[in-house]
């Protein structure tokens, strides 16, 4: 398998964790880990395989990070390349917006000509609308860790395991 570029935003610290669950769930240095703080995103075309990862903020809105990364999107060709996603959110208190985030961020990815895997059943989550969800199921990996934190580690087990054939 290539190197897969795990790229994330963090305020604070849960995307950051769950990004290292997953890279850890890889195993074998298969994944390098990017704050996109301290990333371009042309840095984004070093990799055949990357996962793309995003807490929503508020009303479903970016992080600030991912607010100042995104735009350069717009320069990249993402065709060749396959991309799955994870998102961060409160189905409970932002029931409305729950993982708008991811959703915003894989609609930049599908103009740019990636390939998206890794959707993830909406199964066991309770919330009212999410531009993250398309055919019936979220575009990637969706975690709650204010209401189902324990929930967590099996769902980066089981979503690694899903997507890992897909990354060549």
Do not use: C
Not at 13 to 36: P, W
Not at 132 to 157: C, K, W
Request: no cysteine; hydrophobic share 40%.
């Amino acid at each position: 398998m290539k190197t897969i570029g795990l790229f994330y935003g963090s305020e604070t610290g849960n995307t950051e964790h769950v990004a290292s669950m997953i890279a850890a769930e890889f195993g074998n240095g298969n994944v390098e880990l990017h704050n996109i703080a301290d990333a371009d995103p042309q840095s984004l075309l070093s990799y055949d395989n990357i996962i793309l990862g995003a807490p929503t903020w508020g009303f479903g809105e970016l992080q600030s990070d991912w607010e100042n990364f995104l735009p350069g999107f717009d320069e990249l060709d993402l065709s060749g390349r396959t991309i799955a996603f994870f998102g961060l959110g409160d189905q409970v208190n932002y029931a409305d917006v729950f993982l708008d985030a991811m959703g915003t961020i894989y609609e930049k990815v599908k103009e740019r000509g990636g390939q998206t895997i890794g959707s993830w059943s909406v199964e066991g989550y309770d919330f009212a609308a999410s531009t993250a969800v398309v055919d019936g199921n979220f575009v990637g990996l969706a975690i709650d860790v204010d209401n189902q934190d324990d929930m967590t580690p099996d769902r980066v087990t089981h979503w690694v395991s899903n997507i890992s054939n897909s990354f060549q």
